[in-house]
């Protein structure tokens, strides 16, 4: 309706425009020898005309001297009975030279044609225009039922398992299903099935989409690809239709892979939600579950799907028979994430002098996605300082910049909030430092990052998927080591610390409700749930009585009490090492590892333990 509205109104103002174009042409434009029918009366009785030429109701006057004028008479009315009108009587027009010609030429039949066509011609418009519309309406909605499925060209951006950094055993499960595809034989003549389903499950930003683009450079079938949120609409039924419409389309092309990426979006248990057995999303996973299970022995058509929630799909779509394989794509260890930049770094300048092997340890955590961020941020930094090459140091400040987001030097801070900043870091660091269990200090600074005044980075020797209960004390005990520091030095607190508390207070809750290191013995406590309502919420339920709440609840102010008591240790005996730190600080602004740590030599710090 907006468009054709739109075509409406530029319909009518290109009618105005040939209106003021043509009525330019056809109106008289007033000459110096116009003269009105009073006029040429006057001068016809003074006997100053010699002739006049009659072309429609346009008169063309010849003068005595030489000279000639216009004029112009009246609609249906003769010259004669014009002029007599005004007393120039027949006889005096005797001695006068009158021709009568017809109007001829361009200017003669626009003003013919243009009355009578011009409206037929813009109405014509208008109504092509609508039934254009009404034509397109009706081609979608004989479209709507079908999926927007797209077949994947392998000649654009192609990629293969030999671009896709670490992911061994997931490259191993789809390389399997690659050669299933390219030599089925092999695997049948030994009695083995074509896997339904492939799920790809991990966290955002680990390479599920890659490396379904990478099965794809890989096998020479075609290859379609389309987003769960496409197929879900308004209309229930829309989503099954589209369903049966892709997947009738991969069956065509078989051999073939169909990717489904974030499945999720329809994949969701079923009866969870709102709207029932009846809801569209549920009918679009009905018939996904349908067509998946309905394959024949020699459909070879593999179903490739990816989610970051698997935790939330439905049962049905996870049994035998649907998505046979899961494969699980986990955060790159130090190894893969060193090869997951030179991937990234390939076609960026980088000094000779670069080690992605040192980036690579200041970056445990970071998914695929972040690294690829971490070296286009790198890249940005040196363009910014007009340099062409990227140095260490732009990899290491677009570390800092993914981790806390970028720096504010330009935010005016007083000197007192300054040194109260300082010494907070001062005190993390000291607490980090001091402590036999802690990761070691790889920088300090008290520059602002993104919401952070300042910042203590440190970071693990070695990868590690899990942690003690001696790790999480000391990580609680840094944690209040930057409030210590406050209360030691200026004996008061401030809002500085209000997010280390935050995440203190959840630390020590999890260690007495979630991993059964309190005195409370081996229980969890609390069911969380996730609802989904106007959102994403999650609820706890209460599973334990009130006075095991009580309990829970000493024990979590057990675990802050003790992590105070040790930091309060720290700062009170080591009072002058935290001193030079802050100091430091303030003249600096930021310390790098090896600067810290020859800072403390002379206080010759030894490593404690703490003990619950």
């Given at each position: 309706?907006k468009?054709?509205?739109?075509?409406?109104l530029?319909a009518?103002?290109?009618f105005?425009?040939?209106?003021?174009?043509?009525s330019?042409?056809?109106v008289n434009?007033?000459?110096?020898?116009t003269?009105?029918?009073?006029e040429t009366?006057?001068?016809?009785?003074?006997?100053e005309?010699?002739s006049?030429t009659?072309?429609?109701n346009n008169?063309?006057?010849?003068l005595k001297?030489?000279?000639?004028?216009?004029?112009?008479?009246?609609?249906?009315?003769s010259?004669?009975?014009?002029?007599e009108n005004?007393?120039v009587?027949?006889?005096?027009?005797?001695?006068?030279?009158i021709?009568?010609k017809?109007e001829?030429?361009f200017?003669?039949?626009?003003?013919?044609l243009?009355?009578?066509l011009?409206p037929?011609i813009i109405i014509?418009?208008?109504?092509?225009?609508?039934?254009?519309q009404?034509?397109t309406?009706a081609s979608?909605?004989?479209?709507?039922?079908?999926?927007?499925?797209?077949l994947?060209a392998?000649?654009?951006?192609?990629?293969?398992?030999?671009d896709?950094a670490?992911?061994k055993?997931?490259?191993?499960?789809?390389e399997?299903?690659v050669?299933?595809l390219?030599?089925?034989?092999?695997f049948?003549d030994?009695?083995?099935?074509i896997?339904?389903g492939v799920?790809?499950?991990?966290?955002?930003?680990?390479g599920k989409?890659?490396l379904a683009?990478?099965?794809?450079?890989e096998?020479n079938?075609?290859?379609?690809?389309?987003s769960?949120?496409e197929l879900?609409?308004m209309?229930v039924?829309?989503?099954a239709?589209r369903?049966r419409?892709?997947?009738?389309t991969a069956?065509k092309?078989?051999?073939?892979?169909?990717?489904i990426?974030e499945?999720?979006a329809?994949?969701?248990?079923?009866?969870?939600?709102l709207g029932?057995?009846?809801d569209e999303?549920?009918?679009?996973?009905?018939q996904?579950?349908v067509?998946?299970d309905?394959?024949?022995r020699d459909t070879?058509?593999v179903?490739?799907?990816?989610t970051?929630?698997p935790d939330?799909l439905d049962?049905?779509?996870?049994?035998?028979?649907?998505?046979?394989?899961r494969?699980?794509l986990d955060?790159p260890d130090?190894?893969?994430?060193e090869e997951i930049?030179?991937?990234?770094?390939?076609?960026?300048?980088?000094?000779?002098?670069?080690n992605?092997n040192k980036v690579a340890?200041?970056?445990?955590?970071?998914?695929?996605a972040?690294?690829?961020n971490?070296?286009n941020?790198?890249?940005i930094?040196a363009?910014?300082?007009?340099r062409?090459?990227i140095i260490?140091?732009d990899l290491?400040?677009?570390?800092?910049?993914?981790?806390l987001g970028p720096?504010r030097?330009?935010?005016v801070?007083?000197?007192?909030?300054?040194?109260?900043?300082a010494?907070?870091?001062?005190?993390?660091?000291?607490?980090?430092?001091?402590?036999?269990d802690a990761?070691?200090?790889h920088?300090?600074?008290?520059?602002?990052?993104g919401?952070?005044?300042?910042y203590?980075?440190?970071?693990?020797?070695?990868?590690?998927?899990?942690?003690s209960?001696?790790?999480?004390l000391a990580?609680l005990?840094?944690?209040?080591g930057?409030y210590?520091?406050?209360?030691?030095v200026?004996?008061d607190?401030?809002?500085?610390?209000s997010n280390?508390?935050?995440?203190a207070s959840?630390?020590?809750?999890s260690?007495?409700t979630?991993?059964g290191m309190?005195?409370?013995?081996?229980?969890?406590?609390?069911?969380a749930e996730?609802?989904?309502?106007?959102g994403?919420?999650?609820?706890v339920e209460?599973?334990?009585?009130?006075?095991?709440?009580a309990?829970?609840?000493k024990?979590?102010?057990k675990?802050?009490?003790?992590?105070h008591?040790t930091?309060?240790?720290?700062?009170?005996?080591?009072?002058?090492?935290l001193?030079?730190?802050?100091?430091e600080?303030?003249k600096k602004?930021t310390?790098?590892?090896?600067?810290f740590y020859n800072l403390?030599?002379p206080f010759?710090?030894?490593?404690?333990?703490?003990t619950?």
């Amino acid at each position: 309706m907006k468009i054709l509205y739109k075509n409406f109104l530029w319909a009518i103002i290109t009618f105005l425009v040939l209106a003021m174009l043509f009525s330019g042409l056809l109106v008289n434009q007033e000459l110096a020898g116009t003269l009105s029918l009073s006029e040429t009366a006057e001068k016809i009785k003074n006997g100053e005309v010699a002739s006049i030429t009659i072309m429609g109701n346009n008169l063309e006057i010849g003068l005595k001297d030489g000279g000639s004028a216009r004029a112009k008479k009246e609609d249906e009315a003769s010259l004669t009975e014009t002029l007599e009108n005004y007393g120039v009587y027949p006889e005096i027009l005797q001695g006068i030279s009158i021709e009568v010609k017809e109007e001829s030429g361009f200017r003669f039949w626009l003003g013919i044609l243009i009355p009578a066509l011009l409206p037929i011609i813009i109405i014509g418009a208008i109504f092509w225009m609508i039934f254009r519309q009404a034509k397109t309406g009706a081609s979608q909605v004989f479209s709507f039922g079908k999926s927007n499925i797209r077949l994947f060209a392998p000649h654009k951006d192609r990629i293969t398992f030999k671009d896709v950094a670490g992911l061994k055993e997931a490259k191993q499960e789809l390389e399997e299903v690659v050669d299933f595809l390219k030599n089925p034989k092999k695997f049948l003549d030994l009695g083995a099935k074509i896997p339904r389903g492939v799920l790809l499950m991990g966290n955002p930003g680990t390479g599920k989409t890659m490396l379904a683009r990478a099965t794809a450079g890989e096998s020479n079938v075609p290859f379609f690809h389309i987003s769960a949120s496409e197929l879900v609409e308004m209309f229930v039924g829309v989503g099954a239709s589209r369903v049966r419409d892709a997947f009738q389309t991969a069956k065509k092309a078989a051999p073939s892979i169909l990717f489904i990426d974030e499945i999720d979006a329809v994949g969701r248990e079923r009866g969870a939600g709102l709207g029932g057995g009846h809801d569209e999303r549920e009918q679009t996973l009905n018939q996904i579950l349908v067509e998946m299970d309905g394959f024949e022995r020699d459909t070879r058509v593999v179903i490739v799907a990816a989610t970051n929630r698997p935790d939330i799909l439905d049962s049905a779509l996870l049994r035998p028979g649907r998505f046979d394989r899961r494969v699980v794509l986990d955060l790159p260890d130090i190894k893969d994430r060193e090869e997951i930049l030179k991937i990234h770094a390939k076609d960026k300048p980088l000094e000779k002098e670069v080690n992605l092997n040192k980036v690579a340890v200041r970056t445990p955590g970071f998914s695929g996605a972040d690294l690829a961020n971490l070296i286009n941020e790198s890249a940005i930094l040196a363009a910014r300082k007009n340099r062409k090459v990227i140095i260490q140091q732009d990899l290491y400040d677009s570390v800092e910049k993914v981790l806390l987001g970028p720096e504010r030097k330009s935010r005016v801070i007083s000197e007192r909030e300054k040194k109260i900043t300082a010494y907070h870091e001062a005190g993390h660091a000291l607490v980090t430092a001091s402590l036999k269990d802690a990761d070691p200090v790889h920088k300090i600074s008290i520059v602002a990052r993104g919401r952070a005044g300042g910042y203590t980075l440190k970071l693990p020797l070695e990868e590690a998927r899990l942690r003690s209960k001696k790790q999480f004390l000391a990580d609680l005990a840094i944690f209040l080591g930057g409030y210590t520091a406050e209360q030691e030095v200026f004996e008061d607190i401030s809002t500085g610390a209000s997010n280390d508390l935050k995440e203190a207070s959840h630390l020590a809750k999890s260690l007495v409700t979630k991993y059964g290191m309190s005195d409370l013995g081996p229980m969890t406590f609390g069911k969380a749930e996730e609802m989904i309502f106007l959102g994403r919420e999650i609820a706890v339920e209460k599973d334990y009585s009130e006075e095991v709440a009580a309990k829970i609840d000493k024990e979590v102010h057990k675990f802050i009490d003790l992590a105070h008591k040790t930091a309060q240790k720290i700062i009170g005996s080591r009072r002058k090492a935290l001193d030079a730190i802050a100091n430091e600080l303030v003249k600096k602004e930021t310390l790098e590892q090896e600067e810290f740590y020859n800072l403390l030599k002379p206080f010759n710090l030894k490593p404690l333990a703490i003990t619950a």
